[in-house]
């Protein structure tokens, strides 16, 4: 069995994408002194280096890697390896310009970057096996190997190739997922239109139609090509497991909402050894500590909950987003311990050093162009101190308070064209729940919508267009059994193939929430209702209200405008020992704090009110002892109160009573036992 966390690696791990191909070795000598300065523990090498290890086809010069991991090894610092497969040279090419991807308008994209690759085409396929095979019988038994790194980012910059060599895939896929053209005719509703296919052969991947394509196709396609990444990599993982017994396999994945959105990550979870994780912050004006830590909480979850590693952030800025503003002093400490403390096992960076040329150039590093007299510098040496200090937390997991649903084939399904709104958009669903949950200091699982969710006392389902009939089962034995659930609207509308369930909407959940929706009417642009409450108090809403018939389930607040006015807004069902709330409209994330205030109650979470804002608050423990993370996101001091005494670990003091956070600054207590 190969291990689950870096092999001989027993402290955090701390170090970054480490690319000394880019520069003249005597530039190496000084990293390695600045990695130990740094307390560095581990660096990830050869991610993008297939052209400079295998410079033509079948010839191989390992020398340089060899040296590398050599020094890094005489150094103590252990080695994440990349199998490059993710930046095919330019022979490759040259030899198979049909492994170019190619997008739905039919446009072919060229050589010059990375991640260019249709992952179908057979050429691809077997000179990726082949130099992940030469690297695996090269360094599989190398003193400093630590990690394999599959391939970069599964999933972007290219999720999906629409060539021919795809279209004979896809139709294999089909034969295997649906056995019979008949079966996919009948899941893709081909009668509509009259799509009817008589053969596999006339079936194409979804490629540039003049109007809406088949939503059926293009969620089976969007399937399919996740299923042909993961493929890729598991032939690779594979080799690599035989070649070099023991050794851990994991290929960065990126959780965040925002940043990958074609690989469902439930499926993924369950290949790797290690989930590890990249993480940027996206600097869209919302919180950005908020959308942090949701990654990081799916992440763990996608993970079942086991340790896993961030594998990139950066140290400041990035270069890809319209304006790409340094963090602030200490932001880049609390980024990483809020990874931390959220169950990762160290906090790595990309990159080392940063690069003088190349399209990541202005992208910050562990190493600035402003060398290490730079604050940078200062607070990357004081972080790997921290980390040093915090290795005891290794293996501890951290403890969830309630749980959030989320499924990415169903993000696909409602992400599809012609939907009641465009303004509807079940990420930021996602985002407004979990932001209320933050706010209201509680740690979130995700969960898989037929996961078992017996564990949490309170479970929300922010967006969940699609639910199969399993699922809908689920949720209402988890209510039936105990559970406090919270569904937001257009929530269990169609099946796995995006069929409208049977009967009223929402099929899969009417037993459930105890209701029947008898039409939606989405709000325009700008506009918003009322929705008035059992005090009389009232909310805004807007994007979305419906006709809401109860059919069990009582009216605890009402639309107090709008089309839908006099009709109920948000409902709660109490059904066998548990309660299922449902909220027919849009709150932001403040309005939605009223009706998770009155769902926590039913829940019996006890309220975390005294806490301030922005302060985060969260639990590892295991067998080395009960954790307490707090993390002050905001300019001024904050007063904690501890459930019991414990040690601040990074100051090294006793901690009794309240806990004092400064500013911006961390804190970690080991509460006694
Ligand atoms: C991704 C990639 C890295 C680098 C960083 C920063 O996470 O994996 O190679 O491109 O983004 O942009
Ligand atoms: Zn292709």
């Given at each position: 069995?190969?291990?689950t966390?870096?092999?001989?690696l ?14 003249p ?7 390695v ?5 740094a307390?560095v523990?581990?660096v ?6 297939w ?11 390992f020398?340089?890697?060899?040296r590398?991991l ?51 085409s ?19 038994t ?10 970069n980012?599964y ?18 896929w089909l034969d ?24 596999y ?7 540039l ?20 990444l993961?493929e ?19 290929t ?14 439930w ?42 590693l ?12 319209p ?15 809020a ?5 990762s ?15 990541e150039?202005?992208?910050s590093?562990?190493v ?5 007299d ?31 649903v ?19 958009d079940?990420r930021?669903?996602?985002?407004s ?11 979130v699982?995700?969960?898989?919508p037929?996961a ?19 699922a ?7 209510v039936e059994?105990g559970?406090?659930?919270v ?19 929402p ?11 008898e ?8 506009e ?17 209200t ?6 069990g ?20 069902h109490?059904?066998g ?22 769902a ?33 996101h ?33 804190r ?6």
């Amino acid at each position: 069995m190969p291990e689950t966390t870096p092999h001989g690696l027993r402290r955090l791990a701390f170090g970054g994408d480490y690319n000394p191909e880019q520069w003249p070795e005597s530039v190496w000598q000084e990293d390695v002194r600045l990695m130990r300065e740094a307390g560095v523990t581990m660096v990830s090498v050869g991610i993008f280096s297939w052209a400079l290890l295998e410079p033509e086809p079948g010839s191989y010069t390992f020398g340089w890697l060899d040296r590398v991991l050599d020094l890094l090894h005489a150094n103590g610092i252990r080695v994440d390896l990349g199998t490059p497969t993710v930046a095919p040279p330019a022979w490759f090419y040259r030899a198979h310009p049909e492994a170019l991807p190619v997008t739905r308008e039919g446009v072919r994209y060229a050589f010059g970057s990375r991640g260019a690759i249709c992952h179908s085409s057979p050429a691809y396929r077997e000179a990726a096996a082949r130099i992940t095979t030469e690297l695996a019988r090269r360094y599989g038994t190398h003193p400093a190997l630590a990690l394999w790194h599959v391939h970069n980012e599964y999933g972007v910059p290219v999720s999906a190739c629409y060539c021919d060599t795809c279209a004979a895939h896809f139709r294999r896929w089909l034969d295997t997922a649906h056995g019979s053209v008949e079966a996919v005719n009948d899941a893709w509703g081909t009668a509509f239109w009259g799509q009817r296919y008589a053969s596999y052969e006339e079936i194409d991947p979804p490629r540039l139609t003049p109007t809406v394509g088949n939503p059926a196709q293009q969620l089976d396609y969007r399937r399919f090509a996740d299923a042909t990444l993961r493929e890729n990599f598991v032939r690779e993982r594979d080799i690599l497991h035989r070649l070099a017994p023991g050794i851990p396999v994991t290929t960065n994945f990126m959780t965040a909402l925002s940043q990958c959105d074609s690989l469902d990550y439930w499926s993924w979870g369950r290949e790797v050894d290690l989930v590890t994780n990249d993480h940027y912050l996206i600097t869209d004006g919302r919180r950005t500590h908020v959308n942090l830590a949701m990654a990081a909480d799916l992440t763990r979850s996608v993970a079942g909950g086991a340790p896993w590693l961030l594998l990139e952030h950066s140290t400041s800025g990035v270069s890809w987003q319209p304006r790409n503003p340094a963090k602030r002093p200490g932001e880049m400490a609390r980024n990483s311990l809020a990874h931390v403390a959220r169950g990762s096992e160290g906090a790595m960076f990309f990159q080392w050093r940063q690069s003088r040329r190349g399209a990541e150039k202005f992208h910050s590093s562990m190493v600035p162009h402003a060398g290490t007299d730079s604050r940078i510098w200062r607070e990357v040496v004081a972080l790997g101190a921290d980390l040093g200090t915090l290795a005891e937390v290794r293996g501890t997991r951290t403890v969830p308070d309630a749980a959030m649903v989320w499924d990415w084939q169903s993000w696909w399904a409602q992400g599809l064209e012609w939907r009641p709104s465009e303004d509807h958009d079940a990420r930021e669903r996602a985002d407004s729940f979990y932001e209320s949950l933050y706010d209201r200091h509680l740690t979130v699982d995700f969960a898989h919508p037929e996961a078992d969710l017996s564990a949490y006392p309170l479970v929300v389902v922010p967006a969940l267009y699609l639910v199969t009939e399993a699922a809908g089962l689920n949720l209402r034995s988890y209510v039936e059994n105990g559970g406090t659930l919270v569904v937001s609207y257009f929530s269990g509308i169609v099946d796995e193939h995006d069929a409208v369930h049977p009967g009223a909407y929402p099929g899969a959940l009417r037993d459930v929430l105890g209701l029947t929706v008898e039409e939606w009417s989405p709000l325009g642009a700008g506009e918003s209702v009322r929705i008035t409450g059992p005090a009389g108090d009232s909310l805004p809403a807007d994007v979305w209200t419906e006709f809401v018939v109860p059919r069990g389930a009582e009216t605890v607040w009402t639309y107090a405008d709008g089309p839908a006015v006099g009709r109920p807004a948000v409902t709660r069902h109490r059904l066998g020992r548990g309660t299922a709330w449902y909220v027919s409209t849009r709150l932001d994330a403040t309005a939605l704090d009223t009706v998770l205030r009155a769902a926590c109650e039913d829940a019996g979470i006890d309220s975390r009110d005294t806490l301030p804002r922005d302060v985060e608050v969260v639990r590892r423990s295991g067998e080395s002892g009960d954790y307490l993370f707090v993390l002050n996101h905001t300019a001024d001091e904050a007063k904690v109160p501890l459930d019991a005494p414990g040690t601040e670990l990074l100051g090294g003091e006793r901690a009794d009573g309240q806990l004092a956070v400064p500013a911006g600054a961390v804190r970690v207590v080991r509460l006694d036992a």
